[in-house]
C-alpha cells in the first residue's frame, strides 16, 4: 500500500529529474509567494484489496530540494502475495513524462521498507523520508497509480497532483 505511494512519488521524481526545466523568467522585484500544493484522489472501490485512509506529507506542501516526510494509513483487506504490481503514469499537462510497471514486492526489497510480502490483512501506518531534488520544474504533474494483486484482482486506485507552480500574481490568491 505504502510502496504505491512511494512508487508513484520516486516516478514523478523521476520525471522531474529528467523533464527540462523552464525558461528562465524575469525576477519580479517583489517577494513570490508559492502556489506550491498537492493532493490526491482514492479512485478505489470498497471492494479493492488496500483500502487508503489517509496520506499526509511534512513538509507540507512539498518543497523543492527538502526532504520529504510521507504518512500513509490504510488496511489490507486481504493478504498481498509475491506478483502484486503497480502501473503508474505520470504526466505533465497531456504530455506523458512516464509509464511503468513496478512489481511492488520487489520494490519493497530495494527499497527496505517496513512492509514487505506477503502483507498480511490489517491496519498500518507506514512513515518515509525520501530527498526530494532542487531541480523540480515549476509545474504541475499529474500522477495515476494503478495497482493490481498477484491473480490480477484490482488493489488500489489512486491519482495524485503535485504543482509546484509559483504564483504569477502574488497579491491574489487562487
Not at 15 to 23: H, Y
Not at 54 to 76: E, F, H, N, Y
Amino acid at each position: 500500500m505504502v510502496r504505491l505511494f512511494f512508487v508513484s512519488l520516486l516516478a514523478v521524481l523521476a520525471g522531474l529529474t529528467s523533464a527540462n526545466s523552464l525558461p528562465e523568467q524575469e525576477v519580479m522585484a517583489q517577494p513570490v509567494h508559492i502556489m506550491e500544493s498537492w493532493s490526491y484522489s482514492d479512485c478505489g472501490l470498497p471492494s479493492h484489496a488496500i483500502q487508503l485512509k489517509s496520506i499526509s506529507v511534512s513538509p507540507d506542501p512539498p518543497k523543492p530540494g527538502q526532504d520529504l516526510t510521507v504518512t500513509v494509513v490504510g488496511t489490507a483487506q486481504e493478504r498481498i502475495e509475491e506478483g502484486a504490481y503497480a502501473e503508474v503514469v505520470v504526466k505533465l499537462g497531456l504530455i506523458k513524462l512516464l509509464s511503468k510497471t513496478f512489481d511492488i514486492c520487489e520494490e519493497a526489497r530495494g527499497a527496505n521498507t517496513t512492509i514487505q510480502c506477503p502483507v498480511e490483512e490489517g491496519d498500518y501506518t507506514v512513515v518515509q523520508t525520501v530527498a526530494l531534488p532542487k531541480e523540480i520544474p515549476q509545474a504541475k504533474f499529474k500522477v495515476s497509480v494503478r495497482g493490481y494483486t498477484a491473480d490480477e484482482d484490482d488493489m488500489l486506485c489512486l491519482d495524485l497532483e503535485v504543482n509546484f507552480m509559483k504564483n504569477p500574481f502574488p497579491r491574489l490568491l487562487w
